[in-house]
C-alpha cells in the first residue's frame, strides 16, 4: 500500500522559531518520488520540492532544508527563522515509478506563523 | 514560466445549471489533471489526461465531464451538480505522468447552490 502519513495536524510558532513538519511514507515499491507543496490561503498549490528515491542527500534551499531518510521512511522538512509569509498548509506526496499517475497526498500540517 | 491558469476563479452555479471551468498551461507540458479539494482535506484526483487521452478517470459521476481540446486546454464540463460538489478545483501540468512534479493552477471554488 502507499500511504503518506503527516501526524502533525496544527502547528503554530512565533516569528524567527525553526519549525519541522514530518512526513512518513509507506511503498513496496524501490523507486518513487517524494513531494512538498505548500498551500496558502489562495489556494494555490506551490511546488517545492520533488526528492527521487535513490537520492539521499538532503537539500537546502534558502531557509528551507529537507531530511530523507529511506531508513526510516522519512522525509521531514524545516523552515529556519520562520516567517508570517510561511503560514499555510504544507502537504507531502509520494509518487511511485509503474504504478499509477497519482500523488498520494498526507493530510497536510497546518502552519500558523504569529508576529 | 511554471503558470497555470484557471478560470474562473470563483463560481456560484444551481443544481439545473450548466457551467465549465478552464485551465490553459504553455509548459509544454503532456499531462494535465482535475483534482477536487474538500475544505480541510488534501487535493483527490478525479481525471488525468497523458498526450490529449483520459488515462485515468477515479470513478467520478458523469456529471463531470472532462475535455482536453489540446496539448495546452483541460475543461471541465459541470452538470446538474449537488450541493455537496462545492469545492476548490484545481488543475495541474506537469511534464509527464510517472516522474514530473505536477504544477497547480490557484483554482476555482465552486458552490452549488
Known amino acids: 500500500a502507499q500511504k503518506v502519513t503527516q501526524a502533525q495536524t496544527e502547528i503554530s510558532v512565533v516569528e524567527k522559531e525553526d519549525v519541522t513538519l514530518d512526513c512518513v511514507y509507506e511503498t513496496r515499491d524501490t523507486t518513487y518520488y517524494l513531494f512538498w507543496y505548500k498551500q496558502p490561503p489562495s489556494g494555490e498549490l506551490v511546488f517545492l520540492i520533488r526528492?527521487?528515491?535513490?537520492?539521499?542527500q538532503n537539500e537546502i534551499s534558502g531557509r528551507y532544508s529537507w531530511n530523507f531518510q529511506k531508513s526510516t521512511s522519512s522525509f521531514n522538512f524545516t523552515i529556519t527563522a520562520s516567517q508570517v509569509v510561511d503560514s499555510a498548509v504544507y502537504f507531502c506526496?509520494?509518487?511511485?515509478?509503474?504504478?499509477?499517475?497519482?500523488?498520494?497526498f498526507g493530510k497536510g500540517t497546518k502552519l500558523t506563523v504569529n508576529p | 514560466d511554471t503558470e497555470v491558469t484557471q478560470t474562473p476563479k470563483h463560481l456560484v452555479m444551481g443544481m439545473t445549471n450548466k457551467k465549465s471551468l478552464k485551465c490553459e498551461q504553455h509548459?509544454?507540458?503532456?499531462?494535465m489533471y482535475w483534482y477536487k479539494q474538500k475544505a480541510k482535506k488534501p487535493p483527490e484526483l478525479m481525471f488525468v489526461?497523458?498526450?490529449?487521452?483520459?488515462?485515468i478517470n477515479e470513478s467520478v459521476p458523469s456529471r463531470f465531464s472532462p475535455e482536453c481540446p489540446n496539448s495546452s486546454l483541460l475543461n471541465l464540463h459541470l452538470h446538474a451538480l449537488q450541493p455537496e460538489d462545492s469545492a476548490l478545483y484545481l488543475c495541474?501540468?506537469?511534464?509527464?505522468?510517472?516522474?514530473?512534479?505536477?504544477?497547480f493552477g490557484q483554482g476555482t471554488r465552486l458552490t452549488v447552490v
Open positions: 509548459m509544454g507540458h503532456r499531462a
Open positions: 526528492r527521487n528515491s535513490f537520492d539521499e
Open positions: 495541474a501540468s506537469s511534464q509527464d505522468v510517472q516522474v514530473a512534479e505536477a504544477f
Open positions: 506526496a509520494l509518487k511511485f515509478k509503474g504504478g499509477s499517475e497519482k500523488l498520494v
Open positions: 489526461y497523458s498526450y490529449e487521452k483520459l488515462s
